[in-house]
């Protein structure tokens, strides 16, 4: 069965602080994994990674992929309180079957 | 022009009733699904279509009925419906995969 898992669920930084969010997965047939960043509505795309090894950035934000242990990272550097949300990894497999970890929830202190 | 549009925004119903949400994408995508978030913010993939196909069920109860009259367009009908219904019901749209989804704004759906 495929799984995704986030890690931390959660977490309480202050601003300036330097994030690391976590995802592993499972997926049968995998052929990329976005990442999404949800405030009070629908959630709002920040990266798509199919190549492992190759970083992708954007502004303070940056991601990787490891194919070979099913992982990846999303940074975020010099947090602001604008950053607080739920990140959301989504590896895509089979069937184009999109789907969804838990999610981190950030909460950034000013 | 909204990309991908889902109506209502709020749907407020008592248990046991049929409603229907609908939703519409103007990107020209061949995917598209529906999503349901729980309160704890866990979105759910409940089904995919593309072009008009249903390609993914996932293990979603029959009363929840997907219909693509187009590509364009899919909508949910949900018959007889459940306290634990109430979620947030977002609808999505994709190119060939693997592109990104585009998301609905979502539809608050609350069973009384």
């Known amino acids: 069965e495929d799984k995704v898992v986030q890690s931390p669920l959660s977490l309480v930084v202050h601003e300036g602080d330097t994030v690391t969010l976590n995802c592993s997965y499972e997926?049968?047939?995998?052929?990329?994994l976005l990442w999404y960043k949800q405030e009070k509505k629908a959630p709002t795309f920040l990266f798509m990674l199919?190549?492992?090894?190759i970083e992708k950035k954007s502004g303070r934000l940056s991601s990787i992929l490891d194919k070979k242990e099913l992982f990846s990272i999303l940074n975020i550097t010099a947090t602001q309180t604008g950053d607080s949300a739920i990140y959301l990894c989504?590896?895509?497999?089979?069937?184009?079957?999109?789907?969804f970890g838990k999610g981190t929830r950030l909460h950034i202190l000013p | 022009d909204t990309a991908v549009s889902q109506t209502p925004k709020y749907l407020v119903t008592q248990m046991g009733n049929d409603k229907s949400i609908k939703c519409e994408q103007n990107?020209?995508?061949?995917?598209m699904y529906w999503y349901k978030q729980d309160s704890k913010k866990f979105l759910k993939i409940m089904f995919s279509?593309?072009?008009?196909?249903?390609?993914i069920n996932e293990t979603v109860p029959n009363r929840f009925s997907p219909k693509s009259p187009d590509k364009a367009h899919l909508n949910l009908h949900i018959n007889s419906l459940e306290l634990g219904d109430s979620a947030v019901y977002f609808c999505?749209?994709?190119?060939?995969?693997?592109?990104?989804?585009?998301f609905g704004s979502g539809t608050q759906l609350s069973v009384l």
């Open positions: 989504a590896p895509g497999g089979r069937d184009d079957k999109i789907i």
């Open positions: 997926v049968t047939n995998f052929r990329s």
């Open positions: 279509y593309n072009n008009k196909e249903l390609i």
């Open positions: 199919t190549s492992s090894g």
């Open positions: 990107l020209g995508h061949d995917t």
């Open positions: 999505a749209s994709s190119q060939e995969p693997p592109e990104k989804l585009f």
